[in-house]
Each structure stands twice: as C-alpha cells, then as structure tokens.
C-alpha cells in the first residue's frame, strides 16, 4: 500500500511539473495539458469545427494513448472488451465534452486553473463534486451500463491507429486542396497557435499515459471513492498536481488570484458549476474522466474508445452550434462572453440525459 501511494505521488509531481514545463515552453497559460481542450483542438484540425482559433493536431494527447497502450502491454492489462451500451457511451461523451468546453477545462485543467489562483474553478470544483455525488446514488442503487465482452484485438487497436494516423499527419502537414486548404487546420492565433514542439509534447504524453494507467488515476474516481469508501488513493495524484503546479506558477510568476482576467476563462459562474456537474456525473456513469477514458481505451477497451470518439465529435458539435464557454476577446476584439443560450440549454439537455441513462440503467431484483 505504501508502495502504490508513494508511486501515485511521483506520478503527481511529474505532471505537475510537466503541465508548467509545456506551460512555460509555449501551451496555453493555465492549461499546460488539458484533455478536453486538446480534443477540441484536434476536432478542429481535422474539420468537425471551424473555429479558427482553436484547431491543431495536439501531440500530448496521442502521446497518452501510446503512452498507456506501452504499459499496458508491458504489465499485461491490455484486455479486448466491448458491447456495453456503446451508443449510450458515445452521447454521455458527447454532452461530457459540452460541459467542458462551457466551463473551458477538463477536470486536469480545472486543477491546473486553480493552482494557477483561478477561483472560476473552484466554482467549477464544486459542481464537479456535485455530478459526482449524484452519480454515487446511481451506483448505490446499482446502476450498470451493462457487461463488456471480449473482443477481437483487431478493435482495441483501432484508436491506437486512427491516433497514429493524427501523428503523421502533424508532421507531413498534407495539403489535398490548394485552394480551399486543409484537410489538417492549424490556428496561426488563438490558444491553438500556442503549443510545444511537436517532438516534445508527444514525448511528455508518452509519461503521462505511462503514468496513469499504471496508477489508474482519475480525479473523478478518486472523489467516487472518497464519497463511497473513504479512500484517498486516487485524490493523491491530484492534490500533488495541485501543489506542483501552485509552486511551479508562484516561481515563474504565472500566479494570478481572482476571478476576472484569468487566461482562457469566463466568470458566468452557474453554468461554470453545471457545466462540471454535467462532466462529474457522466465521468461516474462511464467509469472515468476524459484522461481515465483515453488510457482505459489504450489498454482494449472499445467502450472507453467509443467514448473518446464521442468527446471529439462533441467537440466539434459543441463549436460550430456555440455551446461553448467564450473568455473575455482581448481589446480591441469583440464578441460574446459566457455562454450564450444555446450552451445553457444543451447543458440542462444533458444534465437530463444522463439522469435518464441513470435512471434507466439501474439493476433491476429479479
């Protein structure tokens, strides 16, 4: 047990110290690795969104799917499974991605937020907290998406390829029509122009997916369990996260407490907390968080996989329908701020989805 703890916490502090690393070395501020965000953003590379500013073929998140296809293959968990409630998977990713992109994070950038002195975030936290606890209630009344089945290896290889096939398309940058551009998209403004060098964000995916799946961590899991069982391990990770980076924005002087002028965010604060409800509870009907479903799906399973499609196209419905949360446009920009009312209603929509999948979903005594 000590073990295992002590492995959790030096997972912790090495992303930690990762997300300020790719911060300071051209990623986002207040982002340094962010699930949601970087999905979007490859959603956006390949055409499912045109927002300009948000589109590029993001090497940290292919990085965590080889990442954690190595260690499970090295530690043999890599275990073939699909059939449960695939469809039911790929909507509850969908309006999970929804909600995260109107708060503008995953549950990893809403530490990193915080650490940064972003209290948006802890609004956004305790919503987070909420959809859990709701989700708890399912699972004590025994709620079952159903049994997986083992499947081919052919299946479970599918995401490792199609990530593959992202990769070389970031380095060759292929051009199919001169003249309307494309098919890959790159922002030249815009968080999507700031990132890494390719070689170095693929490099720092490969340590967190190593890391994570050796270690499952999942903050949503880790609030399941608190909530559930009282225990702490899964939280480790991310407190120490919370820390590292807390210590690494005071050094380099990326530390800004407060709500307003906070880099990549907004302050509609209801939608902030029901956008993180609505991440917090599907992360508890799927079984993990985006980063817990990108490394499940890397060790074979076709559900987690499914999701994570369901989170890239949600990605680009969420875009081109103006579901997201837009920051502050920088002067003399101008534009919406908040969300608007098309994000508030699909936000309501999938809270009620997901009570209804639920509800519907709860084991019946025979």
């Not at 499974?81 to 990893?108: D, E, K, W």
């Not at 799906?297 to 969420?318: E, K």
Request: glycine fraction near 14%; hydrophobic fraction near 55%; charged fraction near 10%.
């Amino acid at each position: 047990m000590k073990k295992e703890y002590g492995l959790m916490g030096i997972t912790g502090l090495i992303i930690g110290a990762l997300v300020v690393y790719l911060t300071k070395a051209g990623n986002p501020p207040n982002m340094g690795i962010c699930i949601a965000c970087f999905e979007r953003d490859i959603a956006g590379a390949i055409g499912l969104h045109r927002a300009n500013l948000v589109q590029y073929l993001r090497p940290e998140i292919i990085g965590i799917v080889f990442g954690a296809l190595i260690a499970a293959l090295a530690f043999r968990d890599f275990k073939p499974t699909s059939g449960s409630s695939p469809l039911v998977r790929f909507m509850l990713g969908m309006f999970s991605m929804i909600g995260a992109l109107v708060f503008l994070g995953c549950p990893l950038r809403m530490t990193v937020r915080l650490a940064g002195g972003d209290l948006n975030a802890l609004i956004a936290l305790f919503g987070f907290i909420a959809g859990i606890a709701i989700g708890t209630v399912f699972l004590k009344s025994n709620f079952d998406l159903g049994a997986a089945k083992k499947s081919s290896s052919l299946e479970s290889y599918i995401l490792p390829l199609i990530m593959l096939f992202l990769l070389l398309l970031l380095f060759f940058k292929p051009v199919f029509n001169a003249k309307a551009g494309g098919p890959i998209f790159f922002s030249t403004e815009g968080p999507g122009s700031k990132h890494v060098p390719p070689l170095i964000g693929l490099v720092a995916g490969l340590v967190v997916g190593f890391l994570a799946q050796r270690t499952r961590l999942c903050f949503a899991g880790g609030i399941r369990d608190l909530i559930l069982f009282r225990e702490f391990y899964l939280l480790i990770g991310f407190i120490v996260i919370f820390a590292t980076v807390l210590v690494g924005d005071l050094v380099f002087g990326f530390f800004k407490l407060g709500f307003f002028g906070q880099p990549i965010a907004h302050t509609d604060h209801l939608w902030n907390f029901l956008g993180m409800s609505l991440v917090g509870l599907n992360a508890v009907l799927l079984g993990g968080c985006p980063l817990r479903q990108l490394v499940l799906a890397a060790q074979g399973s076709g559900d987690s996989a499914l999701t994570v499609l369901g989170y890239i196209v949600g990605a680009g419905v969420a875009h081109n329908f103006m579901l997201v949360g837009f920051p502050p446009p920088v002067p003399p920009a101008t534009g919406p701020t908040g969300v608007l009312i098309y994000g508030k209603v699909a936000v309501i929509v999938g809270i009620i989805f997901s009570l209804l999948v639920g509800y519907f979903n709860l084991a019946k005594e025979k």
